[in-house]
Every structure is written in structure tokens, then in C-alpha cells.
T-cell receptor, first 113, second 115 residues
Framework: GDSVTQMEGPVTLSEEAFLTINCTYT??????LFWYVQYPGEGLQLLLK?????DKGSNKGFEATYRKETTSFHLEKGSVQVSDSAVYFC????????????FGRGTSLIVHP | GAGVSQTPSNKVTEKGKYVELRCDPI?????LYWYRQSLGQGPEFLIY????????DSGLPNDRFFAVRPEGSVSTLKIQRTERGDSAVYLC?????????????FGPGTRLTVL
């Protein structure tokens, strides 16, 4: 079945550092890929998405590119802020199936001033 | 506007008891989803409604779990004979329409603790 693997956290960075959170996936079809973010005390929010190979999703300075050849969707940001501290979830949704997203385990990001 | 709301925010119960968890989706959203999130894990799908009917309940772990959405808006997740392993955060989400291209909006969750 479909699955998503994320790098283990926590990821701890200083403000203005470069961020990469790795995500790889296994899917039988051609899924849509998503990054969700969960800030402390809040519900999950969609951060960005990509629906086909080579698409780049971007939002709030975060980017991720749908790489079909490496089955990856790594999240990057050039300069993190303390306010980016949250848990980040990679997810996929099979476009040909029931489109119920499959989530990774989440990666906690802690940004220090 | 108002987002997805869930009540209660916390629920503590004893093993063997019955619990109901409520979800109020965004007004006008036709699709509603329930997930369960255990500590250190991502959300796991339980059931999805399109309107009043359960379009996919393949994620419900066993027949102690049941959900309804009688008028196509508010939904209630019902758990009978609760077990300690049911302890988790139960998340609700809604989207305007079903489908991978339609963003799901999540509520803050209900944290269920079974003693």
C-alpha cells in the first residue's frame, strides 16, 4: 500500500539557518503530495502541495519539488524563523483512488533565536 | 470565518465506558473526515462522509467505532466499550468537495484518555 517516510526529529536549528526535511513515498499510482504543518496548540494546516512530477509547491518561504524519479518531496526553506517551530507532516493522496491522504509520522522543528 | 471545531477538547474516561466526540465542519463543506493520531505518529484515516453517507469507513479499527452525520453537517464519532489503546487525539477535517485537489481543513482535535 501507499506509505510516506519522513526523517526523524526533532530538527533543531538556529534562526536564519537553512532547513531541509526529507520525505520519500511509495505509491502504486501517481499521487498528489502535500506538506502539512501543526503549530503548537493548533490543528493541522496545509502548507503546500504538488499534483504532478516536477511541480514545485511553495508557501511562506517553504518549497518542495515533486521528484518522481527519486519518489521524494523534500521540504526546504532558506532562512528559518523562530515562528516556524512546529511539527511538519508529509502526506500523499492517490488521485486514482479514494484520495484519503496517507501521512508520515511528522518531523518536529525547533528554531532557536 | 469559523473553522472546524471539535468538542470536547479533552475527554477522560474509564475503560469500558461509551464516549461521543463531536465535529462541526466549516459551513457548506460537503466532505468530512475523521482521523486518529497516536503520540509520535501521523494522522490515520478512520472514516469519510460525503453528505450524510459514509463514503469510506475502511479505517475504522473494529465495530466498537461508529460515526454518523445525519444532516450532512455536524458529525459524531462514537466509541463503545472503550479500551486503553483507544487513547489518542481524534481529528476531524472538512473540505468543500471530496478529492485530492480539495484542501482539507482540520479542527484542533479531541484528546481522548482511557484510564
Amino acid at each position: 500500500g501507499d506509505s510516506v517516510t519522513q526523517m526523524e526529529g526533532p530538527v533543531t536549528l538556529s534562526e536564519e539557518a537553512f532547513l531541509t526535511i526529507n520525505c520519500t513515498y511509495t505509491a502504486t499510482g501517481y499521487p498528489s503530495l502535500f506538506w502539512y504543518v501543526q503549530y503548537p496548540g493548533e490543528g493541522l494546516q496545509l502548507l503546500l502541495k504538488a499534483t504532478k512530477a516536477d511541480d514545485k509547491g511553495s508557501n511562506k518561504g517553504f518549497e518542495a519539488t515533486y521528484r518522481k524519479e527519486t519518489t521524494s518531496f523534500h521540504l526546504e526553506k532558506g532562512s528559518v524563523q523562530v515562528s516556524d517551530s512546529a511539527v511538519y507532516f508529509c502526506a500523499l493522496s492517490d488521485q486514482g483512488g479514494s484520495y484519503i491522504p496517507t501521512f508520515g509520522r511528522g518531523t518536529s522543528l525547533i528554531v532557536h533565536p | 470565518g469559523a473553522g472546524v471545531s471539535q468538542t470536547p477538547s479533552n475527554k477522560v474516561t474509564e475503560k469500558g465506558k461509551y464516549v461521543e466526540l463531536r465535529c462541526d465542519p466549516i459551513s457548506g463543506h460537503t466532505a468530512l473526515y475523521w482521523y486518529r493520531q497516536s503520540l509520535g505518529q501521523g494522522p490515520e484515516f478512520l472514516i469519510y462522509f460525503q453528505g450524510t453517507g459514509a463514503a469510506d469507513d475502511s479505517g475504522l479499527p473494529n465495530d466498537r467505532f461508529f460515526a454518523v452525520r445525519p444532516e450532512g453537517s455536524v458529525s459524531t464519532l462514537k466509541i463503545q466499550r472503550t479500551e486503553r489503546g483507544d487513547s489518542a487525539v481524534y481529528l476531524c477535517a472538512s473540505s468543500l468537495l471530496p478529492g485530492a485537489y480539495n484542501e482539507q481543513f482540520f479542527g484542533p482535535g479531541t484528546r481522548l484518555t482511557v484510564l
